[in-house]
C-alpha cells in the first residue's frame, strides 16, 4: 500500500543521504589537504629554523677569524681604511637627476649611444 507519496519521500531521503555524504566526503578531503598543507609549512618553518642555525655558525666571528688566517696568503685580506669608504656627496648623480646637453630637451638623439649591457645580451639563437 505504498502510495505516490511515499515514493517522493523515499526518494527525497535517499537524495538528502547522497548529498549529505558527498559533502562529508569533500570536507574530509579538503580537512586532508589543510593537514598536508600544515605539515609542509611546519617542514619549511624547521629548514628555516635550521639555516637560520647554519648561518650563525657560519658567521661566528671566532671561526671566521680562524679562517681568514688559515688562508691568509691566498686571500691576501686587509683591513679597510677609513678613507676607502665613500660619502654620498661624491657618489654618481641619479640618471633622472642628470642635466640634458642643450637641444635635446626630452628627445632622445638617433646618434646616442646603445645601451653597452644590452649589447651584451643576446637571447636564444637571435645573431646581431
Do not use: C, W
Not at 570536507?27 to 637560520?52: P, Q, S, W
Not at 677609513?82 to 637641444?103: C, D, F, I, W
Amino acid at each position: 500500500m505504498l502510495r505516490t507519496f511515499d515514493f517522493l519521500m523515499i526518494g527525497a531521503m535517499l537524495a538528502a543521504a547522497t548529498v549529505t555524504y558527498q559533502i562529508k566526503h569533500n570536507t574530509d578531503n579538503k580537512a586532508a589537504e589543510v593537514r598536508r598543507l600544515e605539515a609542509e609549512i611546519k617542514l619549511e618553518k624547521d629548514t628555516i629554523d635550521l639555516l637560520k642555525a647554519d648561518r650563525a655558525l657560519l658567521t661566528q666571528p671566532n671561526r671566521l677569524e680562524r679562517l681568514v688566517q688559515a688562508y691568509a696568503a691566498e686571500l691576501q685580506l686587509v683591513p679597510t681604511e677609513p678613507s676607502q669608504l665613500a660619502q654620498p656627496m661624491e657618489l654618481p648623480m641619479l640618471k633622472e637627476l642628470v642635466p640634458l646637453p642643450e637641444g635635446e630637451e626630452g628627445t632622445v638623439s638617433a646618434t646616442a649611444p646603445s645601451d653597452p649591457i644590452k649589447d651584451l645580451i643576446t637571447t636564444g639563437s637571435v645573431d646581431r
